[in-house]
């Protein structure tokens, strides 16, 4: 079952055509064949398969292809133009809004990111990143626990994965480029596969920080798979892994076990209260400065920002008298999502003829590679490893430095409404943003800079 998501009154002009396929003229002569998918719709939901954030609807959108030659205005592609609507952000853009410090660069440590299936063209597609937007050679190991698989171009799922490969990989390296980045490529997306690739990571202690951008509802994840991957997230805080996860795409919602429907729900892994869970917001900043402007929460016709309360975990400790429910907050923080304003993603959908393209990308799957670069650079900054950061977030928050170290995001919601194959239309109410934390974009975004200063404080 595939949902569309109903968004009538609040698309923009010419973003309508979002809901079936690609932009118009999105695939113009030279850009490479429309892939076999359509935007807007989200590979079949079962029990005991997690998919990609990314693709749930599909978050990301044909933006140009790269000549290799930089016009006068230094834009590379329409959208950087300023007052482009939409328009989309460099790594460099994002870096300012953010306040990322150009001095720290990660070097040293590990960014580790477990995907399923395989991207064939991530090395090249990097490639391209970097030597479209100024970046330096990234270090990049493929490691696949069990097996390389093999990739079908397709396979709507295996395409979907390779899209979220090359966010996760680029927008890591982005913020952290001096790190070394280990893709460790499960042979499948079922539960079983993707925690056979997250023990192998945990147990060989591959690095320092663990991004992980796609999950499901916690009801549709079996009760031996919640109890292993907890225990392997128990052992990751003893040996001091930052472990991230993205909240989800639907909203307040997730798909149902059987991909029939929408039920209200939080996703996991980013509900394990070892996790980091990351939503996601939509970012204006000035172009071509990106200076930082305002945030409101993530929801468009490409999607929402996850969050809401489990119903499996309790609420921890470090969420008392900052998170007012019985269950675990969702999301804690949150990153820049919002396909509308996009970070600017070099993605050939694992076909060598298409290197080259540029999508804008979002979702909250751009969350926690970004947030896994910024613990790399907090860690560079402390020479030792943070671990487990949650406990000294909610503790920031509960201090008057927390408006100098979040973007305390206070306006949007996440309820959103969806039509499934029958027509139906499936609505989630969810929750408002508001002051301090709330279960759309938790504590905010950071000044990452004005972050990892906190964080070195409090260690």
């Known amino acids: 079952m595939r949902f569309r998501r109903v968004m009538a009154a609040l698309v923009p002009a010419g973003a309508a055509a979002a809901f079936a396929i690609l932009p118009t003229g999105a695939f113009a002569a030279g850009t490479g064949s429309a892939p076999n998918y359509a935007a807007g719709r989200v590979p079949t939901a079962v029990a005991g398969r997690v998919f990609p954030a990314v693709s749930s609807p599909l978050a990301y959108r044909y933006a140009g292809k790269l000549s290799g030659k930089k016009p006068a205005t230094g834009a590379l592609l329409d959208c950087q133009q300023p007052g482009a609507m939409p328009n989309c952000y460099t790594p460099q853009e994002l870096a300012t809004a953010y306040d990322i410090p150009p001095r720290l660069t990660g070097a040293g440590r590990t960014i580790v990111i477990i995907d399923a299936f395989g991207d064939p063209t991530v090395r090249q597609d990097l490639a391209v990143e970097d030597t479209g937007f100024g970046l330096p050679a990234a270090k990049l190991n493929i490691i696949y626990p069990n097996g390389k698989p ?128 990351v939503g996601a917001t939509s970012l204006s900043a000035s172009q071509p400065s ?14 929402a920002s996850n969050g809401g309360y489990s119903k499996v975990f309790p609420r921890p400790a470090y969420q008392a008298g900052v998170v007012h429910g019985f269950g675990r907050g969702v999301p804690d923080v949150s990153y820049s999502g919002d396909v509308n304003n996009g970070l600017l ?98 504590l905010g975004t950071p000044d990452v800079a004005h972050l990892i200063s906190a964080l070195r404080v409090m260690h």
């Open 290 to 303: 990106g200076s930082y402007e305002s945030e409101t929460a993530w929801n468009d016709e490409y999607g």
């Open 345 to 442: 993603i070099a993605w050939s959908q694992g076909v060598a003829a298409d290197v080259g393209q540029i999508y804008e990308f979002g979702g909250t799957s751009a969350g926690p590679p970004q947030w896994a670069g910024i613990s790399a650079l907090a860690d560079q900054a402390g020479r030792h490893d943070l671990g487990f950061i949650n406990r000294r977030l909610y503790q920031i928050a509960r201090t008057p430095r927390y408006d100098y170290v979040f973007h305390d995001v206070t306006t949007g919601s996440n309820t959103a409404s969806y039509t499934d194959a029958s027509g139906n239309l499936v609505t989630i109410n969810g929750y408002s943003a508001g002051p301090g934390w709330d279960p759309v974009t938790g």
């Open 150 to 277: 093999a990739f079908n171009p397709s396979s709507n799922d295996e395409v979907n994965w390779s899209a979220e490969i090359a966010l996760d990989v680029e927008s890591s390296h982005a913020v952290a480029p001096g790190a070394t980045i280990d893709l460790v490529i499960a042979k499948s997306d079922k539960d079983a596969d993707i925690l056979s690739a997250l023990r192998y990571t945990v147990r060989n202690r591959l690095g320092d920080v663990l991004s992980q951008s796609y999950g499901e509802a916690e009801s549709c994840e079996a009760p031996s798979i919640v109890r292993a991957d907890h225990q392997l997230f128990e052992q990751a805080e003893r040996l001091r892994i930052t472990v991230l996860a993205s909240s989800g795409d639907y909203g307040a919602g997730q798909p149902s076990c059987n991909g029939s429907t929408l039920i209200k729900s939080v996703g996991l892994p980013a509900a394990d209260p070892l996790v980091t869970g």
